[in-house]
């Protein structure tokens, strides 16, 4: 079974993913942040160096797709690669930070990639308004985040939207504002609830 969490920066992808990967015991593939070559380049000249990073995670993800689609095990996905093609490089081309040329070839590839993949068994999308994004990207404190833009995450918050309401997959929305899965178990609880409901038809 293949679940992927999906949402804005900030919103809490990694952490429910490293949580839910606990409680049910699911093995987890996570965004590569930590060794990713382009991220600091990427927010100091998004210009520069926006198709190199869109490349990167979209090889990535595809990788992760098909390593999870190999597998035997239940597997949590910290992001989809649908994320980078419908949401980070559109918004980047429609802001001036990537060439016609780069995304038409962005966009050329993730389409080959796609034919050869399959959606998640269940999605869970994170959503979150900016005000709340912002409190959790200043709480994790990476120094390269300081340099996102508010109109950049509003920009993303409106894709994200739009991208959910024609996702065709198995859907489960989670709207994040008012809960801290990190440290209230409660809110963490009502989280998997919500999941439990979702994966009873999927075994």
Same mark, same amino acid.
């Given at each position: ?11 809490g ?7 839910l ?9 996570y965004?590569?942040?930590e060794t990713?070559?382009y ?11 926006s198709?190199?990073?869109q490349?990167?995670? $979209? @090889?990535? +993800?595809?990788?992760?797709? *098909? !390593?999870i689609? =190999? /597998?035997?095990?239940? #597997? &949590?996905?910290?992001?989809?690669i ?5 949401i980070f ?10 060439t ?12 080959l990639?796609?034919s ?11 959503k ?15 120094d390269?985040?300081n ?8 920009? $993303? @918050?409106? +894709?994200?939207?739009?991208w *959910? !309401?024609?996702y =065709? /997959?198995?859907?489960l #929305? &989670? ?13 963490l ?15």
């Amino acid at each position: 079974m293949h679940i992927a969490v999906a949402g804005n920066i900030g919103s809490g992808k990694t952490t429910l993913t490293g949580l839910l990967a606990k409680h049910y015991k699911w093995k987890a593939h996570y965004e590569d942040v930590e060794t990713n070559p382009y991220l600091s380049s990427f927010y100091e000249d998004m210009r520069r160096w926006s198709f190199n990073l869109q490349v990167y995670f $979209l @090889n990535s +993800r595809f990788r992760q797709v *098909i !390593e999870i689609r =190999k /597998g035997n095990k239940n #597997v &949590i996905q910290d992001r989809t690669i649908y994320e980078d093609a419908y949401i980070f490089a559109p918004n980047l081309h429609a802001m001036g930070l990537m060439t016609l040329r780069d995304f038409e070839n962005y966009s050329s590839l993730f389409e080959l990639m796609n034919s050869f993949i399959q959606m998640p068994d269940l999605l869970i999308y994170l959503k979150a308004d900016v005000p709340k994004l912002v409190e959790q990207i200043q709480k994790r404190g990476r120094d390269y985040e300081n340099s996102i833009r508010l109109d950049y995450l509003s920009a $993303l @918050n409106e +894709r994200y939207e739009s991208w *959910i !309401e024609s996702y =065709k /997959g198995k859907l489960l #929305v &989670i709207d994040v504002k008012e809960l801290n899965f990190s440290d209230n178990k409660e809110d963490l609880g009502q989280v998997i609830e919500k999941i439990d409901a979702q994966i009873n038809g999927l075994f």
